[in-house]
T-cell receptor, first 111, second 114 residues
């Protein structure tokens, strides 16, 4: 499985934008980039995914580098409720339902 | 309804006990998953069911026995567990057919083996 690397932890102030980076230099052409987050005492929840183009949804934006070797999850205005562990995951096209979580980034949001 | 439910929320069992964890979804998903998560670690995939058949077993010890009785239910039968098996057990489901489908996770069962 292709690997991802993320910072162990990040801090943000409430109501400010947050950019969470992910490196995936061994990504192959058909791998999808998924982001999930896990709030304290909850199961992971889907945030966003993309293949090549930047993506937006109600929760976040995903910016994908042109060479696809890195991506950035953007929370436009962090709230206290966004404090969580954020996981960047690659899913190959012939994925066989494997879903490998990396260590993730623990985001703290300061009031 | 985009919910995956898991019961029980908490479970304490001795090493000689037999217990089961249950998971249910009504989204029509034909892939269901069991994960194990130790404290401050990411979830680790244990089993995957596709169309009610076991498709992936990530070399999980036989004291964990999964079962998928129908397309909505997933069980994990536990027998002769060790204290190091104490963890959060997460169930998830997804559509089949491509890597662009997201997984929906339940809240987990926190298992303590004494």
């Amino acid at each position: 499985d292709a690997k991802t690397t993320q910072p162990n932890s990040m801090e943000s102030n409430e109501e400010e934008p947050v950019h969470l980076p992910c490196n995936h230099s061994t990504i192959s052409g058909t791998d999808y980039i998924h982001w999930y987050r896990q709030l304290p005492s909850q199961g992971p929840e889907y945030v966003i995914h993309g293949l090549t183009s930047n993506v937006n949804n109600r929760m976040a934006s995903l910016a994908i580098a042109e060479d696809r070797k890195s991506s950035t999850l953007i929370l436009h205005r962090a709230t206290l409720r966004d404090a969580a562990v954020y996981y960047c995951i690659l899913r190959p096209h012939n994925y066989g339902q494997n879903f490998v979580f990396g260590p993730g980034t623990r985001l703290s949001v300061l009031p | 309804d985009t919910e995956v439910t898991q019961t029980p929320k908490h479970l304490v069992m001795g090493m000689t006990n037999k217990k089961s964890l249950k998971c249910e979804q009504h989204m029509g998903h034909r892939a269901m998953y069991w994960y194990k998560q130790k404290a401050k670690k990411p979830p680790e995939l244990m089993f995957v069911y596709s169309y009610e058949k076991l498709s992936i077993n990530e070399s999980v010890p036989s004291r964990f026995s999964p079962e998928c009785p129908n397309s909505s239910l997933l069980n994990l039968h536990l027998h002769a567990l060790q204290p190091e098996d104490s963890a959060l057990y997460l169930c998830a489901s997804s559509q089949l057919g491509g890597p662009f489908y997201e997984q929906y996770f339940g809240p987990g069962t926190r298992l303590t083996v004494t």
